[in-house]
């Protein structure tokens, strides 16, 4: 299994751009979520999904979309990119209903820079 | 809301001396609690959940402590060593179901 894989690793772009993060997990695991990462602010969430067809806004949804058309894809849309979107992205998934550990698989991060 | 706070200062101990990680949560009773592990330019990996009705949970040199009283989880690394040098999150679910974390302690382990 790869696990939960992002792309790209690495992003620049100017004010206004859009773009979308792709995070995709061969687990088969229900739950997917996106967490942004600044330097002393910790993950924060961004948004999550409970299934395919499910989402739901998580801390700072803000300037951010998501849709979950499939069980394995969660892809992460910035409409209109701001220098305060420059951050650290990760993707997680887990499976609730297989053990109780309710671990959650990250993915490796995408490092985006807004200027 | 919910709040998780963590000792934002690094914590720097010496090769065989215990490690302890302080997490505080605020205004909501978690049913269980995790900690992860984060190397530089890495994802989070998973290390142990522990629940309300347990004081405590142990796997290897890790041991992990939940007071609900103090609403309060400690996390101990014995035996140090500097391979565990990384930062250290907690986490809980929120009342409406969602995943926060703290916002990590550095941990450097120094031969």
């Known amino acids: 299994n790869a696990g939960v894989t992002q792309t790209p690793k690495f992003q620049v772009l100017k004010t206004g751009q859009s773009m979308t993060l792709q995070c995709a997990q061969d687990?088969?695991?229900?739950?997917m979520s996106w967490y942004r990462q600044d330097p002393g602010m910790g993950l924060r969430l961004i948004h999550y999904?409970?299934?395919?067809?499910?989402?739901d806004q998580g801390e700072v949804p803000n300037g951010y979309n998501v849709s979950r058309s499939t069980t394995e894809d969660f892809p992460l849309r910035l409409l209109s990119a701001a220098p305060s979107q420059t951050s650290v992205y990760f993707c997680a998934s887990s499976s609730p209903r297989r053990g109780q550990s309710y671990e959650q698989y990250f993915g490796p991060g995408t490092r985006l820079t807004v200027t | 809301s919910q709040k998780i706070e963590q000792n934002s200062e690094a914590l720097n101990i010496q090769e065989g001396k215990t490690a302890t990680l302080t997490c505080n949560y605020t205004?909501?009773?978690?049913?269980?609690l995790q900690w992860y592990r984060q190397d530089p330019g890495r994802g989070p990996v998973f290390l142990l959940l522990i629940r309300e009705n347990e004081k405590e949970k142990r796997k290897e040199r890790l041991k992990v402590t939940f007071d609900t009283t103090l609403k309060q989880s400690l996390f101990h690394i014995t035996a140090s060593q500097p391979a565990d040098s990384a930062t250290y999150l907690c986490?809980?679910?929120?009342?409406?179901?969602?995943?926060?974390f703290g916002q990590g302690t550095e941990l450097s382990v120094k031969p």
């Open positions: 986490a809980l679910f929120n009342q409406g179901g969602k995943l926060i």
């Open positions: 205004n909501y009773s978690p049913a269980y």
């Open positions: 687990m088969n695991h229900e739950y």
């Open positions: 999904s409970v299934g395919a067809g499910i989402t």
